[in-house]
């Protein structure tokens, strides 16, 4: 089984540039999630989908990020315009309707803006 | 607000066990996973735990006790490839599916 995709693991930009980010869940995998990831610190959860509906977007900086799932299957994180404090890695993950309702990480897309 | 709690490094060597504990106090509780995550790699899930006591798995067990909002995680035969952060998470009612996680906890294993 084929595990979360994410892309592009690495960008480097300028500030005041826009940038998006892609994820392809697991296959079957109703609920999609965005988490941000600061250097030596846990994951925070940005937005949360359910199909393609945003369930909990309330720590989602919504003047400059935006999100998107089409057709309940891949989604788009974007950030217009960037800042210096948006550096950090950008961590997908999904999970199944079903048991535990584990999450499954993607690698991660790491920014670094300049 | 959620509170996790976990020590942010530790040390230990090959073949040795260590102990790895997670305080929380959050509003509700719905089960506490733990996941493993080497450097610039994906968290990676190792336990789930939801009711009190010890899940064992291979080399890694954890416990949970609810009414102390205590968790810990239990390396035994320390290898070398344990060396990673080690993150705790909690499942609350108010955020559906989606975990809260710890700082982390910086594991180096040395021979």
């Known amino acids: 089984e084929a595990g979360v995709v994410q892309s592009p693991r690495y960008k480097i930009i300028e500030k005041k540039q826009p940038v998006a980010f892609w994820c392809n869940p697991i296959s079957g995998h109703n609920t999609l999630y965005w988490y941000l990831q600061n250097l030596g610190q846990g994951p925070e959860l940005l937005i949360r989908y359910e199909n393609e509906e945003a369930v909990d977007d309330s720590q989602l900086p919504k003047d400059r990020f935006s999100a998107e799932r089409l057709k309940g299957v891949d989604s788009t994180l974007k950030i217009q315009p960037a800042e210096l404090g948006d550096s950090a890695v950008y961590l997908c993950?999904?999970?199944?309707?079903?048991?535990?309702?584990?999450?499954?990480f993607g690698a991660g897309s790491r920014l670094t803006v300049l | 607000g959620q509170n996790i709690d976990q020590p942010t490094e530790m040390t230990a060597t090959e073949g040795a066990i260590v102990q790895i504990n997670c305080t929380y106090q959050t509003s509700g509780f719905n089960g506490l996973f733990w996941y493993q995550q080497h450097a610039g790699e994906a968290p990676t899930f190792l336990s789930y735990?939801?009711?009190?006591g010890l899940e064992e798995k291979g080399r890694f067990s954890s416990f949970l006790s609810r009414s102390k909002g205590y968790s810990y995680l239990l390396l035994k035969e320390l290898q070398m490839k344990d060396s990673a952060s080690y993150l705790c998470a909690v499942r609350i009612p108010q955020a559906g599916t989606a975990l809260i996680f710890g700082k982390g906890t910086t594991l180096s294993v040395s021979s």
């Open positions: 735990n939801v009711l009190d």
């Open positions: 993950a999904s999970s199944p309707r079903v048991g535990a309702n584990v999450l499954t």
